[in-house]
Structures are given as C-alpha cells and as structure tokens.
C-alpha cells in the first residue's frame, strides 16, 4: 500500500502520479501545495491558494513503482 498525492488545479486533476510510502510525508507536500506556503507560521491563519487543492489517498502499487519521499 502507498499513497498517492492528487492536486486538482481549476477542478482538473493533473496527469503526474507521486506516490509515498508514508502518509505524513505525502499529507506534508499536500498541505505545502495546498497553502503556497513553505513553512508552516505559528499562530497565523494561513490562506489556501485559490484553485488548487491537494490530498493524499491509499492506493495499492506495483512492486516497482517509484516513491518521492
């Protein structure tokens, strides 16, 4: 099992696929994606960047598939 990063930019997916192996790591590039943000500010409401979402979903993988973390 892996997980995979979808960013949907204007309601469209995009093609590119990058699974993780750990939720943390894939959930962390999600939330960066997700903000525009490259570190998280404390005790500041951080805005999302407009159009563009990202989340990390399970999915089972091929033996030989390649991971980003």
Do not use: H, W
Request: hydrophobic content about 35%; overall charge positive; charged content about 20%.
């Amino acid at each position: 099992m892996a997980f995979l990063l979808v960013v949907v930019i204007n309601g469209e997916p995009i093609p590119d696929q990058f699974y993780f192996r750990d939720i943390t790591r894939c959930n962390t590039f999600a939330y960066y994606i997700s903000t525009g943000k490259t570190k998280p500010v404390e005790g500041k409401r951080l805005n999302n960047q407009q159009n563009i979402t990202a989340y990390c979903i399970p999915v089972k993988v091929r033996p030989n598939i390649k991971f980003y973390d």
